[in-house]
């Protein structure tokens, strides 16, 4: 990643950051990572991942986004990309539902310092990630051949017989 972003765009400064952090929201900065073997498209993967998709979100408010050049890897066939992310999300739910979807290479979470979940919430927050896991799962398992996915299976359940 190069030292000095080639874009650099604040968000949303109105936001009393502090008070929503207070009533429950998360602080965090998020890197997301791309690769590919065209850099303008890599570029435009990133930057449609970030200011379309995330943007629309209706659980999380884009603070400060800094978006690094395309870099061509060792190989000079393929390039990579980071932007970092600060942004506020509306709660600990709907921070790790974001963060399953758009997997961050890197995660830092500012503030709270502490997080109190209740009992309803938990099970909402694992009832998510039970739904995330099994759907990433079956789309998975339908690409595998049967040697395959039996492979899989023994793997994931331990069984080694």
Do not use: C
């Not at 000095?4 to 990572?33: M, Q, T, Y």
């Amino acid at each position: 990643m190069a030292d000095k972003p080639i874009l650099e765009k604040n968000f949303n400064e109105n936001i009393d950051v502090e008070k929503r952090v207070k009533e429950g929201a998360i602080l965090s900065r998020v890197f997301i990572e791309i690769q590919g073997n065209d850099a303008e498209a890599a570029k435009k993967a990133l930057e449609a991942t970030v200011f379309t998709s995330l943007a629309a979100e209706q659980s999380v408010s884009l603070l400060n986004v800094r978006l690094y050049d395309i870099q061509p890897d060792k190989d000079k066939k393929t390039f990579s990309g980071v932007v970092e992310i600060k942004a506020l999300f509306r709660d600990f739910r709907w921070f790790v539902s974001v963060i399953m979807r758009y997997g961050p290479s890197a995660i830092e979470i500012i503030e709270p310092e502490e997080y109190k979940l209740n009992l309803e919430e938990m099970q909402s927050l694992i009832a998510d990630v039970s739904e995330f896991s099994q759907t990433f799962s079956s789309q998975i398992h339908a690409m595998l051949k049967d040697s395959e996915r039996k492979e899989l299976y023994k793997k994931m359940l331990g069984a080694d017989k």
